[in-house]
């Protein structure tokens, strides 16, 4: 008689709908705020470009246009980044399988398979590029999508030692794919009345904000890794820091914040140095005293902050355009 626990299991392929539904779900972290992050740029540039072409010309652009087209790059963002969370797990599962955070995700654990995650992959990106091509009104939407789809591709092997050989870490692609939707902004709002070469030079100062800004947050969240890491000789710019963790930490987000003061500047919204810098400002300088290079774990929080920074500034910026309007 077979015992109790001779029962055979469920691979993934068997596994009942409803439980490779939720995997597929956490696989593109769709449970979690990290998604969010993806979206803050391109909605943020959306926003501001809708705030600048009201004040200019309140008669001729519609209000919820403006509202619309933000809706519209925010879920184009958020699908795009959870296919690009699954490349990141189909490539990373073997180091995934090592590190004791990353250990659980469906892939790296066996709960789902490599084609049921391309597959699921591939659904999310092209419901991306169709919304983004809705979005854009079918104009330069492969400017749109290309270089980011490029940066994605590369983050995960970011990790690896030639491009370390060569200087060059994970947070680099992550930064361009997370700034550069600034000039999708621009796009959605002005892409009809302006050339892409004007768009990306508009878009400039938030992307390099937002560029420093994410290797900011996205250096102090790795951090937690360090032991991990360590151990399967991961590339990561918190490396090339060393015991300078904290000094390294304190230029990006000065970078950051420098950034900030050429487009608020080109903006002109009193509400906005105050929404925005004041409290981005106050922000970093709170979660830069906590931080401490001999408690990894202490970079956790950082990150979750920005996330909320993400979210207020989103705020701050649509209350720009009604007062705009």
Known sequence: MAGKNDSPSLDSSQKPKPYLATDLIVLSRFHLYNGWLATF?????????????????????????????????????YIF??????????IDSA????????????????????????????VQYIFSWWLLNRTLGGLNVPHAMVPVTISTLLYPFGKRQFFHKVYVYPQYFLGFTLAYPS??????????????????IKALPL?????TWTLYLNTAYSYQDKVG?????????????????HSFLVLLAGFALSATIFLLRAQGSIWLWGSWMCVWTQSFASQLIRFDAKRPESGGPIHKENFVLGVWTIIACAIEVVISS
Not at 81 to 90: E, K, P
């Open 95 to 122: 180091i995934d399988r090592e590190v004791a955070r990353t250990k659980n995700r469906p892939l790296a654990a066996g709960r789902v398979t490599t084609t049921q995650a391309i597959v699921w992959m591939t």
């Open 207 to 211: 992307a390099i904000a937002v560029f």
């Open 229 to 245: 890491d360590e151990k399967m000789n991961v590339n990561s710019v918190y490396v090339a820091a060393g015991s300078h963790i």
């Open 183 to 200: 000039v999708i902004g621009q796009m959605a709002i002005s892409g009809h009345h302006q050339s892409f070469e004007d768009s990306v």
């Open 41 to 77: 740029c391109g909605v943020w540039a959306t926003l501001l470009a809708g705030a600048k072409k009201l004040a200019d010309d309140s008669d001729l652009t519609p209000f919820d246009f403006v509202l619309y087209q933000a809706l519209y790059v925010f879920i184009s963002g």
């Open 81 to 90: 980044c959870g296919a690009g969370m699954v490349w990141n797990d189909l």
